[in-house]
Structure formats: structure tokens, C-alpha cells
């Protein structure tokens, strides 16, 4: 099916003639007839009243007749749109899908260090869960995630088409409210036998399959009794800072809540974890400013965006398929 198709309907039911159409869509009166003749087997139906005059289209031509000219109008206005994002990219708004925990802090920082050097640009978040961000990503609805991985355990670049890049550091650490005494109510190095109530990260949160190999690490499973689990990293924040329990979180979350005296670590650095921040996108995009973006990212290796934060690591970003 050709679109140019719809076209020639079109130029045939304002003329009523053949011979009229043809002229006005500059071809032969033949040739004409033969593209509504194919668009008629395609139809499956007769489109146009041949013995009327002038000629005039059935009522099934003027039903694709209307349906066609909506559709080829979508389509040009589409078309259009793509090639001004690409011919003017400071219109493209630039979509971000991050982690719950990554959006609160790192994100805003990241893209404010990121603007300074590159060049401001118009930009969204959307923070949700992790693997509804991976398929917004793959279905095109947004254009970069940003999310967590631990040393070899990153299950957003094994999924196929994406591609990764390093652009931060963290560190997963256990906190709890502090006493009066300045020590934290639950601590992990007590050797009591009372279970430490545990705030743990929900199903749907990845980040919290870090922590569990911790645990099974240093056989202290059985020693957290899980009294909360969120998702959300801003929820386990609020349940720390309220003294329930112990929960690991990402120290750039925290750092203000440390700093007040509101939160204090709960272990050694043997509990600590390690994280990277991963940015990725499509392998396939070929959009001219996400492009740009990219190639940019790629070679600051020796020139991180963002300070460094207490306790963490500068990386220099690395790419992996």
C-alpha cells in the first residue's frame, strides 16, 4: 500500500475526473487509473462510481477517503516533528528513568554537574521501579535510565540492545537512629542473640539482592528480622530515622541525615557495598543530541561531574554491551 495513494483519491473525488486527477497529481491519466485501481484490491472493495458524472466515490471510498487523509496526516506531522527534534535538538526533552533512591539526591546533583560542563538542556525525570524503567527504555518512552549495579551483578546491561556507562559512585551502608549515647539503637557487630529488626528493600527493588548477599556473606541471615520492606528507598529513610530498625542505604541519600546526627552507620565497612551508577541507553538510537550526550559522557574519564562523596570512589566510565 502507497501512501500517494490517499493522495490521488483525494484529487479524484475535488475533481470528479480522471483525466483532471491526473493532471493535478502530474502524471499520465493511465497510470493514475492504475494506482486507484491498486488501492481499490487492496481495499478489497469498489471505491469509486465509475458511471456517475462527474465521478464521485462510493460510500466505502469516502470512508478511506477520511480514514486514509487522518492517517497520512498523523504520519507527515510525525515526520516533521522528528526531523525539527533532530535539526533543532534544543527542543528535545530529554528523558531520564531512574531508581526511586537515585532520583532523590545523586540525580540532581549528577545533572547539575553534567549542565555545567556540557551545555544546559531541557530534561524530565521519571523516577519509578527499576524494571519498569529497563522497558520504558526498550520501548522508546524514555531515553536513559540511571541505576544502580554492584560489581559484576548488573542485570540491566545483560538485557539485549542496551549499553552501559559509569557516571558515579555509592555506597550502600547500614544505618539506625543514634542513642542517647551517640551509638546506634541496633548495631550489627552486637554479639546479643536478639534478632535486629531489619528495613529491607521490597521485591521490586533489585538494589535489595545487594544487601542479601551481604548477609549470606557473613552468615548474619538469621540474625535480621525483617519488621518493614518498601520499595522505596525515602520510605526505609523515614522508618531508620523513627528507630524500627536497621537498613542499608545509598550513603549520597543519607549524607545529610549523617551529618545532622540523625542517622549513624550501624556496621564496619565489612558491610559496607560498593556501587556503581550506571547510565544507559539504546543501542540503536540515533537521536543527534542523545548522541551527543553519550560521546561526551564517554570521554570524561579523568573529569568526574560530581564531588566526591564521603566514603565512595571516583570511577572512570567504562562501557560495557
Known amino acids: 500500500m502507497d501512501l500517494n495513494w490517499f493522495r ?3 484529487a479524484l473525488a475535488r475533481t470528479g475526473s480522471f483525466s483532471q486527477a491526473a493532471a493535478a497529481t502530474h502524471i499520465s491519466q493511465s497510470a ?21 458524472h462527474p465521478i464521485r466515490l462510493t460510500d466505502a471510498g469516502d470512508q478511506m477517503l477520511e480514514a486514509g487523509g487522518q492517517a497520512v496526516d ?3 506531522t510525525e515526520r516533521r516533528q522528528i526531523l525539527e527534534a533532530r535539526e533543532q535538538p534544543d527542543r528535545y526533552v530529554v528523558t531520564f528513568a531512574a531508581q526511586h533512591s ?44 540511571i541505576a544502580y ?35 546506634p539503637f541496633y548495631n550489627l557487630e552486637g554479639v546479643g542473640q536478639r534478632p535486629v529488626p531489619y528495613l ?3 521485591p521490586h527493588a533489585p538494589i535489595g539482592e545487594y544487601v542479601e548477599a551481604v548477609l549470606k556473606a557473613h552468615g548474619a541471615v538469621g540474625r535480621l528480622k525483617p519488621v518493614y520492606e518498601n520499595s522505596m528507598a525515602g520510605a526505609l529513610r523515614i522508618r531508620a530515622r523513627d528507630g524500627l530498625g ?5 550513603r549520597s541519600l543519607v549524607a545529610p541525615d549523617l551529618e545532622a546526627g540523625a542517622l549513624i552507620t550501624a556496621g564496619e565497612s565489612r558491610w559496607w557495598i560498593d556501587l556503581t551508577v550506571n547510565l544507559y541507553r539504546r543501542q540503536d538510537e540515533r537521536n543527534s543530541l542523545l548522541l551527543r ?29
Request: with cysteine.
Open 200 to 202: 529491607r528493600f521490597g
Open 246 to 250: 536497621i537498613a542499608w542505604l545509598p
Open 8 to 10: 490521488d483519491l483525494e
Open 149 to 183: 549495579a554492584s560489581g559484576q551483578n548488573d542485570p540491566v546491561a545483560a538485557r539485549p540492545g542496551l549499553e552501559a556507562l559509569e557516571i558515579g559512585s555509592d555506597q550502600l551502608i547500614p544505618v539506625a537512629k543514634p542513642n542517647s549515647n551517640g551509638n
Open 102 to 145: 537515585i532520583g532523590w539526591r545523586f540525580f540532581p546533583a549528577w545533572l547539575q554537574g553534567f549542565e555545567s560542563s556540557f551545555g544546559p538542556i531541557i530534561s524530565r525525570l521519571r523516577a519509578d521501579n527499576l524494571p519498569d524503567c529497563v522497558t520504558d527504555l526498550q520501548r522508546g518512552e524514555v531515553d536513559f535510565v
Open 293 to 321: 550526550i553519550w560521546q561526551f559522557l564517554r570521554g570524561r574519564r579523568h573529569a568526574p561531574l560530581l564531588p566526591m562523596q564521603q566514603g565512595a570512589r571516583t570511577p572512570e566510565p567504562q562501557l560495557r554491551n
Open 32 to 52: 493514475f487509473s492504475r494506482r486507484i485501481q491498486a488501492l481499490e484490491r487492496w481495499v478489497g472493495v469498489r471505491l469509486v462510481d465509475r458511471s456517475s
Open 74 to 76: 498523523r504520519i507527515e
